[in-house]
């Protein structure tokens, strides 16, 4: 099938994202990964918004999370996104994260979003037109 999309971005672990021992609550491994979502959107054209105006919302019907250290606070951390191209009307992001000072995996995911027309909340079967238009941009013409 069609090549692979990257990117990466940091993030620095806030204090209002760790428990009273300094550990990062599990729920925000996912909030990184929309960091990723967004970072990759913002670099390849393809955010929220871009989306949003061209008539569609694309909710997340399913995410997995697998943790393999603990990231605490004041942790740099690298989320790296990839887009997994697929036929189906769906968009596919796995994910790694990095302690950026050593280099360890932290953990890894993948989310699967669908695409619903915005006014009506109806779940399209194919994919929209500007979205295989952006598709034969970024992963065919390379």
Known sequence: MQKELSDHTEILVRFNEADPLGIVWHGHYIRYFEDGREAFGNKYGIGY???????????????????????????????????????????????????????ELVATGSTVQVFLEAKTSVLQLINPVFFEEWKNIHLRAQ
Do not use: M
């Not at 949003?52 to 919302?57: A, E, H, I, L, M």
């Open 49 to 103: 918004l871009d989306f949003y105006r061209n008539g569609y919302v694309v909710p997340i019907v399913n995410v997995e999370c697998s943790y393999k250290k603990s990231v605490r606070y004041g942790d740099k951390i690298r989320v790296e996104t990839t887009y997994h191209p697929c036929e189906a009307a769906k968009i596919k992001f796995s994910y790694r994260l990095f302690n950026v000072k050593t280099e």
